[in-house]
């Protein structure tokens, strides 16, 4: 017996009259007779939760423990109810040909049709040998997972951009998803951060399973939902930037009262992330809250883009906003998502609501 | 082949059965076992290999030191933290500085919730699948469950029949769905697997409700450091200003609100550890107590640095809460001191590492160290460069230095930590283990084993957990006399520094003995070495065939199935391997070889 989307609903309080309910407005919503409702509703009960294989790179399961750190959804409820976490080898059971032997089975049994997680990202020199795989190169696994997967989410900025490992001089030529060479051509959601914050990991992909599609990207390929604002924008410590209020030392008056760190050397005019905005561990805080400059761990390539405690140098005092909306620009292109995920609990639940209220 | 008899005790036999583990899963990082098993399925060799290296030693050169927390910080999410603490203390030694009492009990409530949280993870979510079994789970009778719970822990309000039948019911769905996620393709019907169901439907309880419980524990961390995984830390102190009384104590980093939440939370983490993890360890342990395999290294050579000093800026072991020696040989009447700086102490070797030394019989200090890549295979390699069938410990063989203590092979961790503090007779190790040996009732031998490994965690998470509340005690005590001081920045610029100075930074990570060695040469680290607990447990043979822990643990241990690894992950498992954190530095070519050397 599969636990399907009409289980997990069902366990979240929803009756089966308000599911029912919500499979006629779904055929309503398609364009379809009510004729349609019990197909609907046969299928939702029926549908297996789409499998995820989460390969890891080089890397330091900064993204993982992120992961398991999400409030709303809880990890334990993505990974029991949502999706079918069938490959991640930080937490899996199985190990050595047992474990591999579920990478074959999975794409045998759902070739094109499973998510392709990415944490790390696979070093190109010694023949890939400094990430060795079941005896073989990280980056055969992964070309060989990709090639068969419906899309891939590059979780955190080492599958985004290449982060620590491929800082100056990037001695094992750290490359991140997008840049390896042969690379099947997939769709690549680039989540940064690092590690990214849990539950932007989290809605990501409840997103994708809710409105079965893809987010909306812009043009470096992160959600637009959550990657369109900068740091600055939303930071509750704006007014004293405005004002000029800065702190000059840490633990001077200034940082006891919590005035701007930029003169500290706070990337959050350069950073786009939702640290300001989603906060970190459930809404307690962010970086910048607890006193310390934001280091831009989103941005590619921040390690070598100045000292963490260096002031922006290009950036100067109230002309923040023309230049940082210069590099605002670069990333206002939209891509549209267009692969079809299957339907989640959540929109069920969300649309049985509105039609009960209603 | 003939039996090779090791230096430190150990024969080792390769003519039997290889058996090959490639990837150990349930560990942080990448990593491969062998071994070869006899006529009776008992480890007669064992063999590890670490199998990545990102190389974050080289990167860190030429980088401002007040930086190098945050670099070093991301060799590893898991112990998230102690690194980039190990860091700061090693800039600070090398600069002089002396931190603030308040940052000091900051920093250890920090890593205190850090030892909490990784030992709780480890021991549910990585540990917990190679004693319980999730299958067998769905045979238990909830009603007989209730009854174990309320047994083993009466304090634990989730212990009614109904809970017991909603979470089996959960599980059921789950396992009947044929999608098993994390539990596909697991050694379900292997006959180690000793828990009767109700045991195992408890203990399935419990990783789900860890899975929930673990992500509160982490907010301390994000109340000072403000955002976890890889919170913020500082160079002279902490980020996190106190503002108790002024007018703008809202949205300051830290006031009465905020102070609150940590006492909250750690409170909070006590209960758990008492009422859920440790009386589980316990349940588990009574019935794996004749499982007696896999002691290695720990009843011969163990090793801690100490950590969690007391009053801030004094590093001496009379003044660190966890404890700090070095026991050989077995002789636990004797503790040595262990002194980071003397080059004869801690080295490293590489004869049977992907790294180079122009002399390979001897062994380098990490003020010293040199390191260049070598990735090379012994001639008995069964397959090729790229894709490695059975691994030739006879040449080189791991991503994993070599390190020892005056040329011993050495264990580091939770287990050595509390055999040395039970040598020392430390009041508060000491009743514990008298404790958890009493309701186990074995012999403190039994320690010597991975359940022994398992259970010191155990013991040292409910340790720090109520070592955090003394630090928070220690911290409002000093905020109200009147010292609300957070970071010393008078040697914050680098136009203050000398022009060469070097340092030493460490600190007890949850897997162990953790080093840092930096050099700073015109404001600018010149060298950075990092010689971390899963080096030393993790590490190859050495120059005289020492094998290290890992390998000594496995040895001898009989496998019931040897298709299936269950006593090997086991094993090492009670190590709670952290593979990104071992590897090591290398250097492009001969040029940057002569830059990492000590002039």
Not at chain 2, 293 to 306: C, F, T
Not at chain 2, 346 to 363: L, M, N, T
Not at chain 2, 423 to 428: F, I, K, L, M, S
Not at chain 2, 573 to 598: I, N, Q, R, Y
């Amino acid at each position: 017996m599969h636990e399907t989307f009409y289980d997990v609903m069902r366990r979240q309080g929803i009756t089966r009259r308000s599911f029912l309910k919500y499979c006629s407005l779904a055929a309503g919503a398609l364009g379809l007779s009510p004729a349609f409702a019990p197909q609907i509703a046969e299928a939702m009960e029926t549908k297996p939760r789409i499998p995820v294989l989460w390969l890891h790179g080089l890397e330091c399961t900064c993204c993982s423990e992120s992961f398991i750190r999400s409030a709303h959804p809880l990890a334990k409820d993505v990974i029991l109810s949502m999706i079918s976490l069938d490959y991640d080898d930080t937490i899996m059971a199985a190990a050595g040909d047992q474990a591999e032997a579920i990478i074959e089975e999975t794409i045998q049994k759902y070739d094109g049709n499973f998510i392709l997680a990415v944490e790390g990202n696979a070093p190109l020199d010694e023949d890939g040998m400094y990430c060795i795989i079941g005896g073989k190169p990280f980056v055969e696994q992964l070309r060989h997972v990709a090639e068969h997967a419906k899309a891939i989410i590059s979780w955190g900025s080492c599958a985004s951009w290449g982060c620590v490992q491929a800082a100056r001089p990037n001695p094992t030529r750290a490359t991140p998803t997008h840049k390896v060479p042969n690379m099947p051509d997939k769709p690549i959601i680039k989540v940064p951060g690092c590690p990214p914050i849990s539950e932007v990991m989290t809605a990501v992909i409840t997103y994708m399973l809710t409105f079965e599609k893809m987010p909306s990207l812009d043009n470096q390929g992160r959600p637009k939902m959550f990657y369109s604002q900068r740091i600055h924008d939303k930071c509750y410590r704006r007014p004293h930037f405005d004002a000029g209020q800065f702190v000059e030392k840490f633990d001077d008056e200034g940082a006891k009262k919590g005035y701007c760190l930029y003169k500290v050397g706070c990337k959050g005019p350069t950073t786009y992330n939702a640290c300001s905005t989603v906060r970190w561990n459930g809404g307690l805080s962010f970086p910048i809250q607890a006193g310390h400059p934001c280091i831009g761990c989103s941005e590619d390539g921040f390690w070598d883009k100045g000292g963490f405690y260096e002031r922006l140098s290009d950036i100067k005092g109230f002309g923040i906003e023309g230049n940082a909306d210069e590099i605002g620009t670069a990333a206002a292109a939209i891509v549209g998502g267009a692969v079809a995920i299957h339907a989640g609990a959540s929109v069920v639940k969300r649309i049985v609501q509105k039609g009960d209220d209603a | 082949m003939a039996t090779v008899q090791t230096p430190n005790g150990f024969s080792l036999d390769t003519s039997g059965k290889r058996v090959v583990v490639d990837p150990v899963t349930r560990i942080e990082g990448h990593m491969r076992c062998e071994v070869n098993v006899d006529e009776n399925n008992i480890i007669r060799n064992a063999v590890s290999t670490g199998t990545m290296w990102r190389g974050l030693e080289v990167i860190l050169k030429g980088r401002d030191p007040r930086d190098a927390w945050a670099f070093v910080q991301r060799i590893c999410g898991v112990c998230t933290g102690t690194h980039a603490l190990t860091s700061v203390r090693a800039v600070e030694d090398a600069l002089n500085i002396d931190i603030p009492e308040n940052a000091n009990s900051i920093r250890n409530i920090m890593q205190l919730s850090l030892q909490v949280h990784d030992h709780l993870v480890h021991f549910y979510h990585l540990h917990a699948l190679d004693w319980v079994n999730p299958v067998n789970a769905l045979k238990a009778d909830p009603k007989a469950t209730s009854e174990l719970q309320q047994k083993v822990s009466p304090h634990h309000p989730k212990s009614s029949p109904g809970y017991f039948r909603d979470v089996q019911t959960r599980i059921r769905k789950f396992v009947e769905s044929g999608q098993l996620g994390p539990f596909k393709n697991g050694y379900w019907t292997n006959p180690a697997y000793l828990l009767p169901p109700e045991a195992d439907l408890m203990a399935v309880t419990h990783y789900l409700e860890a899975l929930d419980f673990q992500k509160e524990i982490m907010t301390v961390r994000t109340i000072f450091g403000g955002k976890d995984t890889h919170p913020n830390w500082l160079v002279g102190g902490v980020p996190c200003a106190i503002n108790m009384d002024g007018d703008m104590a809202a949205g300051a980093p830290i006031n009465m609100e905020r102070l609150n939440y940590v006492r909250s939370i750690t409170e909070r983490a006590i209960t758990f550890v008492k009422n859920v993890y440790i009386p589980d360890v316990l349940a588990v342990g009574q019935f794996y107590k004749g499982w007696l395999y896999g002691g290695g290294l720990s009843s011969q050579n163990v090793l801690s640095y100490g950590d969690i000093p007391d009053r801030a800026n004094d590093y001496s072991a009379g003044n660190l809460l966890m404890p700090r020696g070095a026991i050989i040989n077995g002789k636990l009447e004797e503790v040595h001191p262990v002194d980071l700086r003397d080059p004869d102490e801690i080295q490293e070797f590489v004869p049977h590492s992907w790294y180079k030394y122009a002399d390979e019989a001897v062994g380098l200090h990490p003020w010293d160290g040199v390191t260049e890549a070598n990735y090379k295979l012994g001639p008995n390699l069964v397959g090729t460069r790229t894709h490695i069938k059975e691994i030739d410990e006879g040449g080189k063989y791991s991503w994993i230095k070599a390190p020892r203590w005056k040329g011993h092979a050495m264990e580091v961790g939770p287990l050595a930590r509390y055999i040395i503090g039970y040598a020392q007779g430390h009041e508060q190790i000491t009743d514990q283990i008298k404790g958890v040996l009493g309701a186990l009732d074995v012999p403190v031998d039994a320690l010597f084993s991975t359940l022994g490994r398992t259970a010191a965690r155990a013991l040292e998470a409910e340790w720090a957990a109520e070592q955090q509340l003394y630090f928070l005690d220690k911290l409002i005590a000093n905020i109200k006399n009147g010292d609300s001081s957070t970071a010393n920045t008078t040697s914050f610029d680098p136009k203050t520094w000398p022009t060469e100075v070097k340092g030493v930074g460490f600190t007890e990570a949850p897997r162990g003995a953790l080093g840092h060695w930096v050099k700073i040469k015109d404001t600018k680290i010149e060298n950075y070495q990092c010689v971390v607990p899963t080096t030393w447990n993790g590490s190859p043979r050495d120059n005289e065939g020492n094998i290290g822990a890992f390998e000594a643990s496995l040895m001898n241990t009989k496998m019931e199935v040897p298709e299936e690894p269950v006593e090997i992950l086991r094993t090492l498992h009670s190590f709670d391997p952290c593979l990104a954190c071992s590897t090591h530095v290398m250097s492009e070519d001969g040029e940057e070889l002569a830059d990492v050397k000590v002039r």
